[in-house]
């Protein structure tokens, strides 16, 4: 595979958009359901008004972690490179290929490749933050040696 930072900064962020556009088209419908059902103003959280309103405070609690997770994927320098494992790293390793940005997970690349997509919150991050080409790491009690980062 060749690292392709580019295609994969935007399959990322459209997996993101589509995630905002999904989050937002439910609240939408939950407010407009919410707006028809004008039989009583005092509910209970057992209510289906409560129901509602507990699932667009969900939705909303979503949709801006959504709106975060863009907002992260837009600080990543496409051009820039590190030998060592940071924000924005391709990371090729004996066993995957990580793209260190946001947490949207298995991204499949135009020639077939898969890359994970992981944040630097996720817990193998934290194993090779910091680490270049040539370097192993424990992850699940599992060898990983890296090969290259991009």
């Known amino acids: 595979m ?56 969900k ?14 994927l837009s600080r990543i320098d496409q051009k820039h490179y590190s030998e060592q494992i940071d924000f924005g790293s391709i990371v090729e390793t004996s066993e995957n290929y990580y793209f260190i940005s946001v947490a949207v997970g298995k991204i499949v690349l135009d020639e077939g490749s898969t890359v994970f997509a992981i944040s630097t919150e996720a817990p193998i991050y934290q194993e090779m933050k910091g680490k270049k080409a040539g370097d192993s790491f424990t992850f699940n009690g599992k060898e990983h040696k890296i090969l290259e980062v991009h």
Do not use: P, W
């Open 2 to 57: 060749v690292a392709n930072k580019e295609e994969l900064f935007f399959k990322c962020l459209d997996v993101v958009n589509r995630q905002i556009d999904k989050y937002q088209n439910e609240m939408d419908q939950i407010k407009e359901s919410m707006e028809n059902n004008d039989a009583h103003t005092d509910y209970d959280e057992d209510d289906s008004k409560g129901q509602l309103l507990g699932d667009f405070e």
């Open 59 to 72: 939705y909303a609690e979503y949709l801006d972690n959504s709106r975060k997770m863009k907002e992260k």
